[in-house]
């Protein structure tokens, strides 16, 4: 049982308080999932330039001194240190080659996520301490997705906490358990990608990766997902521009949405919406099994 919640924004007006919101949208599901907890939050992007959300277990050591680290290896960085995770800003054509230089000299960082607009902080504990952590409040942007979980088949970790990115800007939370992630894993790392944990969920963020790397959009690749990936899923991702929702079909993991002029909504119980403006007045609906939903700025525009 894990617990998760997700806010697309369609009033600009929101935006500075998109943080806030999800925020306290994750803390009620607080009971779902005590063990660990993560919120990714799309922002403004830069022209030209990139975000790596990076977390170390030591970060007084790991992040001292990093940007000239970084620098001397030809990567012109700023930093923004948040307790044990930090955001690096670099120029975007050495996204790529950060994660090696990284890997190189602070071997034991890890990368969250990346990309042009998200930001990506997870921690063990309970979601009031990881908002507070990491002022996540303070935070304002275009959409985001939150996770607290209650782990039933690997270790409570920070690496194993939600959400997961396998690819640029895109990210996704799970509640549910895959019975085919360890033979899609086989077939994925045939294909190049790389798994930093044994999650099934970081399997079917890893698929989602995959699948959008060949020329699909967010919702063709979650189409994608009812016929490849067997077992119990609702999964709410994250992308650059787009937000999605699946449910498997039989549809067993609780889920909820509303959508008003300003918003779209998710949360794995009604509870999870109650203080979002004007929800009196939203469409509220159970999301249907096998049925994608799909929400994208690119093409509201």
Same mark, same amino acid.
Not at 128 to 137: L, Q, S, T
Not at 261 to 281: C, H, K, M, T, W
């Given at each position: 049982?894990?617990?998760?919640?997700?806010?697309?924004?369609?009033?600009?007006?929101?935006?500075?308080?998109?943080?806030?919101?999800?925020?306290?949208?994750?803390?009620?599901?607080?009971?779902?999932?005590?063990?660990? @907890? /993560?919120?990714? !939050?799309? /922002?403004?992007?830069?022209?030209?330039?990139?975000?790596?959300?990076?977390?170390?277990?030591?970060?007084?050591?790991?992040?001292?001194?990093?940007?000239?680290?970084?620098?001397?290896?030809g990567i012109d960085a700023s930093?923004?240190?948040?307790?044990?995770?930090?955001?690096?800003?670099?120029?975007?054509?050495?996204?790529?080659?950060?994660?090696?230089?990284?890997?190189?000299?602070?071997?034991?960082?890890?990368?969250?996520?990346?990309g042009e607009s998200v930001e990506?902080?997870?921690?063990?504990?309970?979601?009031?301490?990881?908002?507070?952590?990491?002022?996540?409040?303070?935070? +304002?942007? &275009?959409?985001? !997705?939150?996770?607290?979980?209650?782990?039933?088949?690997?270790?409570?970790?920070?690496?194993?906490?939600?959400?997961?990115? &396998?690819?640029?800007?895109?990210?996704?939370?799970?509640? +549910?358990?895959?019975?085919?992630?360890?033979?899609?894993?086989?077939?994925?790392?045939?294909? /190049?990608?790389?798994?930093?944990?044994? =999650?099934?969920?970081?399997?079917?963020?890893?698929?989602?990766?995959?699948?959008?790397?060949? +020329?699909?959009?967010?919702?063709?690749?979650?189409?994608?997902?009812?016929?490849?990936?067997? /077992?119990?899923?609702?999964?709410?991702?994250?992308?650059?521009?787009?937000?999605?929702?699946?449910?498997?079909?039989?549809?067993?993991?609780?889920?909820?949405?509303?959508?008003?002029?300003?918003?779209?909504?998710?949360?794995?119980?009604?509870?999870?919406?109650?203080?979002?403006? +004007?929800?009196? =007045?939203?469409?509220?609906?159970?999301?249907?099994?096998?049925?994608?939903?799909?929400?994208?700025?690119?093409?509201? @525009?």
């Amino acid at each position: 049982m894990c617990g998760i919640v997700g806010l697309f924004l369609k009033d600009k007006s929101l935006e500075p308080q998109l943080g806030e919101l999800l925020s306290d949208m994750l803390i009620v599901m607080t009971d779902r999932g005590p063990d660990s @907890a /993560g919120i990714a !939050i799309y /922002g403004s992007a830069a022209n030209g330039r990139a975000k790596v959300t990076v977390q170390s277990a030591n970060p007084d050591v790991d992040f001292a001194g990093l940007a000239d680290a970084l620098k001397a290896e030809g990567i012109d960085a700023s930093i923004v240190i948040k307790s044990t995770h930090a955001v690096l800003d670099i120029p975007a054509d050495k996204a790529d080659a950060v994660r090696s230089v990284l890997s190189a000299i602070r071997p034991d960082v890890r990368v969250m996520g990346s990309g042009e607009s998200v930001e990506i902080y997870k921690e063990t504990g309970l979601p009031k301490d990881v908002v507070a952590r990491f002022d996540v409040r303070s935070m +304002g942007g &275009t959409h985001g !997705i939150g996770h607290t979980r209650m782990a039933t088949e690997s270790a409570v970790t920070t690496l194993g906490a939600h959400p997961f990115s &396998t690819g640029a800007d895109q990210c996704l939370v799970h509640n +549910g358990s895959l019975s085919n992630h360890n033979n899609l894993r086989r077939e994925l790392v045939r294909e /190049g990608m790389t798994f930093e944990t044994q =999650n099934d969920s970081e399997v079917a963020a890893a698929y989602l990766t995959a699948e959008m790397a060949k +020329g699909k959009d967010l919702g063709q690749a979650l189409e994608g997902a009812l016929d490849d990936l067997d /077992g119990f899923f609702t999964f709410v991702v994250g992308t650059k521009s787009g937000f999605g929702v699946v449910r498997d079909p039989i549809a067993c993991k609780p889920a909820v949405m509303a959508e008003t002029d300003q918003y779209v909504a998710f949360g794995s119980e009604y509870r999870a919406l109650v203080n979002l403006p +004007g929800i009196e =007045n939203a469409r509220v609906w159970e999301p249907e099994p096998a049925t994608v939903y799909f929400w994208d700025h690119e093409k509201a @525009a």
